[in-house]
C-alpha cells in the first residue's frame, strides 16, 4: 500500500470496525457520495457569484474555492485510481452534469479574471488580460483534447487486450 493511500484510509477512517457491516459501509459510501457532491456544487456555485457579490475581496476568495475544489476532487479521483479504479475509462464525460459542472466552473473562473483584471490592470494590461483569455482557451482545448485522447487510447488498448485474451482461451480450447 502506497504512503497517499494509507494517508487516504487514515484521513477516512475506513479501518473503523463500522465499516464492517456490508449495508453500513454501502449507506454510508452513498452518502458521502451526496455529500461530496453537495460539496462540489456548494462550492461552484458560491464561487460563480462571489466576484459579482464581492468585488476584488469576493474574487481573490473565488480563487481559493476553486483551488480547494480543484485538490479535493484531484485527491478523489487520485485514490479511486490508486485503488485500481480510473473514472476516466469506467464512465462517460460526455454526460450534461459534467459539461454544465466545467461551465460553472468557467463562469467562477472567468468571473474572478475579469473583476481582478479590471481592478489591477491598467489600460495598457487589457492586452495581457485579451492574452490570458486566449491562453486559457486554447490550454482548456488542449486539455479536453488530451482526454479524449486518452479515453479513445485506453478503449482501443482494452479491446486488444480482450482480443488477444479471447485467442489465447481459443487456443487452449483447440
Same mark, same amino acid.
Given at each position: 500500500?502506497?504512503?497517499?493511500?494509507?494517508?487516504?484510509?487514515?484521513?477516512?477512517?475506513?479501518?473503523?470496525?463500522?465499516?464492517?457491516?456490508?449495508?453500513?459501509?454501502?449507506?454510508?459510501?452513498?452518502?458521502?457520495?451526496?455529500?461530496?457532491?453537495?460539496?462540489?456544487? /456548494? !462550492?461552484?456555485?458560491?464561487?460563480?457569484?462571489?466576484?459579482?457579490? @464581492?468585488?476584488?475581496? $469576493?474574487?481573490? &476568495?473565488?480563487?481559493? *474555492?476553486?483551488?480547494?475544489?480543484?485538490?479535493?476532487?484531484?485527491?478523489?479521483?487520485?485514490?479511486?485510481?490508486?485503488?485500481?479504479?480510473?473514472?476516466?475509462?469506467?464512465?462517460?464525460?460526455?454526460?450534461?452534469?459534467?459539461?454544465?459542472?466545467?461551465?460553472?466552473?468557467?463562469?467562477?473562473?472567468?468571473?474572478?479574471?475579469? /473583476? !481582478?483584471?479590471?481592478?489591477?490592470?491598467?489600460?495598457?494590461?487589457? @492586452?495581457?488580460?485579451? $492574452?490570458?483569455? &486566449?491562453?486559457?482557451? *486554447?490550454?482548456?482545448?488542449?486539455?479536453?483534447?488530451?482526454?479524449?485522447?486518452?479515453?479513445?487510447?485506453?478503449?482501443?488498448?482494452?479491446?486488444?487486450?480482450?482480443?488477444?485474451?479471447?485467442?489465447?482461451?481459443?487456443?487452449?480450447?483447440?
Amino acid at each position: 500500500m502506497s504512503t497517499f493511500t494509507a494517508a487516504m484510509q487514515y484521513i477516512g477512517d475506513l479501518d473503523d470496525e463500522f465499516y464492517d457491516d456490508e449495508r453500513q459501509r454501502d449507506v454510508w459510501n452513498e452518502a458521502s457520495a451526496i455529500g461530496f457532491q453537495l460539496f462540489v456544487w /456548494t !462550492l461552484l456555485i458560491a464561487g460563480s457569484v462571489l466576484p459579482w457579490v @464581492a468585488g476584488v475581496t $469576493g474574487s481573490w &476568495i473565488t480563487l481559493g *474555492v476553486l483551488a480547494v475544489f480543484f485538490t479535493v476532487s484531484s485527491m478523489v479521483l487520485m485514490y479511486a485510481k490508486a485503488r485500481g479504479l480510473d473514472m476516466y475509462t469506467s464512465q462517460s464525460l460526455a454526460r450534461p452534469r459534467i459539461y454544465l459542472c466545467t461551465g460553472v466552473y468557467l463562469i467562477a473562473a472567468f468571473g474572478a479574471m475579469i /473583476t !481582478l483584471a479590471s481592478e489591477y490592470l491598467s489600460a495598457g494590461g487589457a @492586452a495581457v488580460f485579451v $492574452g490570458m483569455a &486566449i491562453g486559457a482557451c *486554447v490550454g482548456v482545448g488542449c486539455g479536453v483534447h488530451g482526454l479524449v485522447r486518452k479515453r479513445r487510447l485506453d478503449r482501443e488498448a482494452e479491446a486488444a487486450a480482450e482480443a488477444t485474451e479471447l485467442q489465447e482461451l481459443t487456443k487452449e480450447q483447440i
